[in-house]
């Protein structure tokens, strides 16, 4: 890594120079960067996962720049027409617009009416007219005529498009209209003659202008959608007259008519060349940068929900919902292996009503379901109301099903039930999604999973990019365990990939499983890089080692076991021990190994060895409204986030369509990002305010929710019966499945 590189990035995103030093060269030798995050904090100063990316990004984005401004160089000195005024004005350039400025008189191009202008001998005459000097272009022009050049007005039009031509590429000019893009250019939008009723989802932008400066993502990908579908005009421009005026003071000089023809040759400067072109650069500009807006937005709302709370190891009933075809109904072991399936129809009154009510308890009592898991698909709500009619007392669940059909008919789904149809396939995932997110979700394609917005608009490598960046730094997060872990979730595991993966996996399968993190130097193809990069993200519970089970990295294990020696105490009395860490100073053990970020990091995960950092998931019950129509203004719902935007939240309340809660009914205080008081799969209370059947839209509000003394407005409220969420823990599962055995002796 060059000097001027790694600088170059720390005084662009204002770090410290030998922390930017450190991370590039970490990453250049192949380290990831969740392990240079966790494990590396000594070297880099305890840089965060953002940061390092951050880094990552930054120097790429000077690398392309240093590698363009050298084929720039050379192409202009091929053509040996470089000079050393021109040398400096490429030096000086900061960016790549500047960059490109530069080098468009001498970019190859097309030949242009200029060009052609230039080759029928009317440079001289472009060169008078700019000049401005008393005399009449008209005479002038007509010792310019030739075979190419018919007439004196085809002279005077060819030397006009050669002054054109040198405007629209001369870089101060085009940099003064830069400047006047961003501070005055706006986004205009109208609708194509004779598409108002086709395009009517588009309504909002028929007649719509807005400053490129303030319009948000979500706009621009809206109205960037609907230009390229056919139905709007576009354009990006300032007012043109302005244009035209900066371009004349700049160039004319007198009034007269040479003066005239420049003039002229300004206006088609403008209208032909320059503005089209800063269209061009302004448009994908604003699309470049709502883009990234939009993924970030996927990546956050995906980050969240990998990270929903899990419910664990129980035995689980999973449900995906039908009306005609009936429900499939799937029994789950603790460890998601698929025990039982079969159909049963609950939206029938007759005797496959009552059968399906005898199916469930025998399947509940055969199987020691602990819960009850549905999707909250067409027939969910119904199918709940059939589960808690039939008092079980056990907790039932609506699961977010998106996605779970992509991962029914997939190849990783015929590859884990080959046998079985996509709808049981689909109940599984359910199911498995309840008791781990982050392990069923990370087979699906995250585009498919219904977190984000135009996620087919933007930029889809880079949304990729983004997004399995996402799902590693989650996985890392979270650790995976070694022995039960599958493949998929595997592969996201620091330095393992799919390959590696499947190595695990097959050699687990072999050998009855791994007792220490060290064997896994005898997996085929993982050598002491790929051990290096993974050990501390694998746990396994019970194994040889104790610290094996937690996030402490192998190579600190002499550490822990210096503080476990100096107290005169096993590792495994340590380990979680507080009171005996409380007498650790960790000032003791730093040195040039260990330092103060390893010690500090290695006592906290002897403090709760192995936590995993999601959060207790909590029951949840929706009121009972069924559809649309159940809905009325005025009345209090709860509901839960299920997406987020820069304009609002998403919140699902119990029916088939999501409400909106724009971003200034969230809060009584002023917020630029719903981000700030919401999260997804977070539990809300929201007033219902316009309800749309016809458009299938519903309009919510949470600040006029919230309780009386905290809202500056009163009014009556309808209130919709709902029982209050609670923790889910293991003793309520042990309790109620006391119940159930007791009720079926």
Known sequence: MSDQIFQAVAQQLGLNPRNVLAVLNLLSEGATIPFIARYRKDKTGALDEVQIQSIQETAKSIEEFNSRKVFIEKTITDQRKMTESLQVQLNAALTLSELEDLYLPYKPKRKTRAQKAREAGLEPLAIWLMAQEAGIPESRAGA???????????????????????????AETRGQMR???????????????GKETEAAKYKDYFNFSEPVQKIPSHRILAVL????????????????????????????TTQNEAAAEVAKALKDAYRRLLQPSLETEWRNQLK????????????????QLLLSSPLGNKNILAIDPGYRTGCKAVALDKYGNLLHHTVIFVHEQNQRLQQAENTVKEMVAKYQTECFAIGNGTAGRETEQFIRSLNLNLPVFLINEDGASVYSASEIAREEFPQEDITVRGAVSIGRRLMDPLAELVKIDPKSIGVGQYQHDVNQQRLKERLDQTVESCVNAVGANLNTSGKYLLQYV??????????????????????SRRELLSVARLGPAAYEQCAGFLR????????????????????????????NVSLATLIGNEKLIGQIVPGKYIDEQFGRHTVTDVLKELRK???????????????????MEDLSPGMILPGIVTNLTRFGAFVDIGIKQDGLVHISEMSHRYISDPSEVLKLNQQVNVKVLEVEVSRNRISLSIKQAMPESKRPLGGQQKKAERKPAKPVTGKSFSDALVNLKNKFK
């Open 494 to 515: 620091s330095g393992i990939g799919m390959t590696l993966a499947g190595n695990i996996v097959n050699y687990r399968n072999e050998h009855g499983g791994f007792k």
């Open 225 to 252: 959608r609907g230009f390229l579908e056919g139905y709007l005009q576009f354009s990006i421009q300032p007012d043109p007259g302005t244009a035209v005026e900066l371009l004349e003071q700049k160039y004319l």
């Open 540 to 567: 396994i519970a019970g194994g040889d080692h104790p610290l094996d089970a937690s996030g402490v990295h192998p190579e600190a294990y002499p550490l822990v076991e210096r503080m476990a020696g100096d107290l």
């Open 609 to 627: 060895p192995g936590r995993d950092p999601r959060s207790e998931l909590q029951t949840f019950e929706y009121a009972a409204v069924y559809k």
């Open 288 to 303: 470049a940068r709502a883009d990234e807006e939009a993924i970030n937005v996927f990546a956050e709302n995906l980050r």
């Open 144 to 170: 310019f005529l030739n075979e190419d050049v018919v007439d004196i007005a085809a002279a005077l039009k060819g030397a006009r498009d050669i002054i054109a031509e040198n405007v629209a590429e001369d």
């Open 179 to 193: 400047h006047l893009f961003e501070q005055e250019a706006k986004v205009i939008t109208a609708v194509l003659p």
